[in-house]
């Protein structure tokens, strides 16, 4: 089963808007980790934060990560047709990733 | 470097075929795990190997089996081939054991049942 679930299932924004997507989860873990994955492809990665950690930031990505909540957020800020993508977060346990449901964000030209 | 490498990239078989699945990892990466992808389960864990031996396993019924060779290649096994069984498995390798690293994934290998 998943551990991750992730809201909103979609999202429908113009190029230049703010995209913001959450996860959330039911155990502890030692980081979490965001991955797009491209019509089917295989899955790319995106950012990984520690369990100790609260925010990360990479290029036009801001990740935050409330372990008392058991939740995360990905920003993607500035979107681009490009960023039409499945967005995923997982969480790592020590023997695998647990992958939530995704998020499908569609980037208007 | 050459990412990560999975053969065929395309597969159809009928029920109760088996199929074999390739997985090249990233040289000098030593843990190779399968995924399988599907509609309705989503990404569900099936394994991972780490110096030929398989340290995890899923959820998954003995029908899936793998391996990893002395070169951390590794191959996926499905026997007995049901409807369900198609999805599209997608590997990943990464330097060390288990998940504390990012994850570098392969394009995946789409399978058809009927």
């Known amino acids: 089963s998943q551990q991750g679930e992730e809201d909103p299932q979609a999202l429908s924004i113009q190029e230049g808007e703010n995209a913001t997507m959450n996860c959330s989860y039911k155990t502890s873990i030692n980081n979490l980790q965001w991955y797009r994955q491209n019509s089917g492809r295989g899955l790319v990665h995106l950012i990984l934060i520690r369990s100790n950690e609260r925010e990360k930031h990479s290029g036009r990505l801001r990740v935050t990560l409330d372990t008392s909540k058991k939740s995360s957020s990905l920003l993607i800020t500035a979107s681009r047709a490009a960023d039409t993508a499945s967005y995923f977060c997982?969480?790592?346990?020590?023997?695998?990733?647990?992958f939530g449901t995704g998020t499908r964000l569609q980037v208007f030209p | 470097k050459a990412g990560v490498t999975q053969t065929p990239r395309y597969l159809i078989k009928t029920r109760g075929q088996q199929v074999t699945l390739s997985c090249s990892p990233i040289?000098?990466?030593?843990?190779v795990s399968w995924y399988q992808q599907t509609p309705g389960q989503g990404l569900q864990f099936l394994f991972e190997?780490?110096?030929?031996?398989?340290?995890n396993k899923g959820n998954f019924p003995g029908r899936f089996s793998g391996r990893q060779f002395s070169n951390s290649r590794s191959e996926m096994n499905v026997s007995t081939l049901e409807l369900g069984d198609s999805a599209l498995y997608l590997c990943a390798s990464s330097p060390g054991r288990g998940t504390y690293n990012e994850q570098f994934f392969g394009p995946g290998t789409r399978l058809t049942v009927l």
């Open positions: 997982a969480t790592s346990r020590p023997d695998k990733l647990i």
């Open positions: 040289s000098g990466h030593r843990s």
């Open positions: 190997y780490f110096s030929e031996t398989q340290r």
